[in-house]
């Protein structure tokens, strides 16, 4: 890293470390900032050749021109910096993501003036990919920002930049917003996973009220399909419903004897050596079990979740997998 660069990073992490980090921010003339643009600057050489020409020729059609444009861009400043001034942006928490899949923030704009704001601008600070938006008069207007986080795990949601260059485009109006709320980015689950790894018996099953059981046809919930498995278990009503949804996985019916079973997602059984594809794989199965409707349990060096089903069971299990 060349020593501009350096002393660069160094005063952007000093300038964000003095902004406090808050999901809800108002914006006051301590925290909005202007400098003009590219154009600004342009205009502003523009009317320093029109001012010492109106002046060495002594043209007072020029004088005219010059300060009436002068005064346009003076008042053009002024509604700029009104138009950041006195908002309030909200983030909503967001949703976790897999990993490789872009996250989207949603930023909720409040204006209590009774005058729209036109052309407010919002990204994650760096990223260059703007959403803009009018704010409504005394109403909200709500924003998504689409990001793309490196790598699986607890991440802070990154700092935002609020922009406006409304009316002229000879000023940028713009600030800073540190959120607190944190993202949270699964593993990325395997494309085409292997099937669910073959469950183990409970202790103390006792085997002749099993063999009456399955004898006298008794079930007792679904499982996934196994090569082998007699075409009267298939349950065929879920077969039509997953073909009709793209999918061609096959479902079971249970016996007591396999119901007796327990479904241990281990790292162990992935038969992978590398920790990520690994844990894709686990991924991979906690989703592949949670549509199949099983409990299912995970197991993971120093960490093992009680086998369970449901939407809660799969978030914790997910969740696991992100943070080990």
């Not at 002229?168 to 099937?195: H, I, K, M, N």
């Amino acid at each position: 890293m060349n020593p501009l660069a350096a002393a660069r990073r160094r005063i952007d992490g000093w300038f964000l470390s003095r902004r406090p980090p808050s999901d809800l921010i108002a914006l006051t003339q301590r925290n909005v900032y202007i400098v003009p643009t590219r154009a600004g600057w342009m205009l502003a050489a523009t009317l320093l050749v029109l001012l010492v020409a109106s002046i060495n020729y002594q043209l007072n059609l020029g004088y005219l021109l010059t300060f009436m444009l002068a005064g346009c861009v003076a008042v053009g400043m002024h509604v700029g910096h009104a138009t950041l001034r006195g908002l309030s942006m909200h983030l909503m928490p967001p949703e976790p993501q897999y990993a490789g899949s872009a996250a989207v923030f949603r930023v909720v704009l409040h204006n209590t003036r009774r005058s729209v704001r036109y052309g407010v601008g919002l990204a994650v600070r760096g990223s260059g990919q703007w959403a803009w938006s009018d704010v409504p008069a005394q109403g909200t207007e709500t924003v998504e920002i689409a990001f793309q986080p490196e790598r699986r795990g607890l991440h802070a949601v990154p700092p935002l930049t609020a922009e406006t260059r409304f009316p002229l485009g000879t000023f940028r109006v713009w600030t800073v917003w540190r959120p607190a709320s944190q993202l949270l980015v699964y593993p990325a689950p395997e494309a085409q996973p292997p099937p669910l790894p073959v469950g183990q018996a409970t202790a103390g099953t006792p085997s002749v009220a099993l063999s009456q059981a399955q004898s006298a046809g008794e079930y007792d919930g679904i499982r996934a399909y196994r090569r082998g498995d007699p075409l009267k278990l298939v349950v065929w009503k879920k077969a039509a419903r997953a073909q009709a949804a793209g999918s061609e996985e096959l479902v079971s019916r249970d016996t007591q004897q396999s119901q007796r079973q327990e479904l241990w997602l281990d790292a162990q059984a992935t038969g992978l050596a590398h920790t990520e594809p690994r844990l894709s794989r686990l991924c991979a199965w906690v989703l592949m079990a949670d549509r199949l409707g099983v409990d299912y349990g995970l197991r993971l060096p120093g960490i093992q979740v009680a086998p369970s089903q449901g939407e809660a069971h799969r978030r914790r299990c997910l969740e696991v997998l992100a943070t080990c």
